[in-house]
């Protein structure tokens, strides 16, 4: 999951969405109302909720504040 991108994953969700869809419809399921209200829901929530959490950046660690903390100050004293 590190090297994929949030966008091509919601477009992979889209894509997952809209052909579950398109099965059901095909199967016969009656498109009511609350139904579309269901399939909307489904398609729009979750890639919301990742876009929420995922992080936009990585995290900084221990060992970066230790490493930028033991570097010796640029001009300064020897």
């Known amino acids: 999951m590190n090297d ?7 477009g992979c969700w889209f894509a997952l969405a ?5 099965t059901s419809i095909a199967l016969g399921a009656p498109m009511t109302l609350n139904a579309a209200e269901l399939w909307v ?3 729009l929530v979750p890639p919301t909720v990742m876009f929420l959490v995922w992080p936009n950046a990585p995290a ?3 060992t970066d ?8 100050a640029k001009g300064g004293r020897s």
């Open 4 to 10: 994929i991108s949030r966008g091509r994953l919601v």
């Open 60 to 62: 900084i660690t221990v």
């Open 65 to 72: 504040v230790l490493h930028t903390a033991n570097q010796p």
């Open 41 to 43: 829901v489904a398609a």
């Open 18 to 22: 809209a052909g579950a869809f398109a």
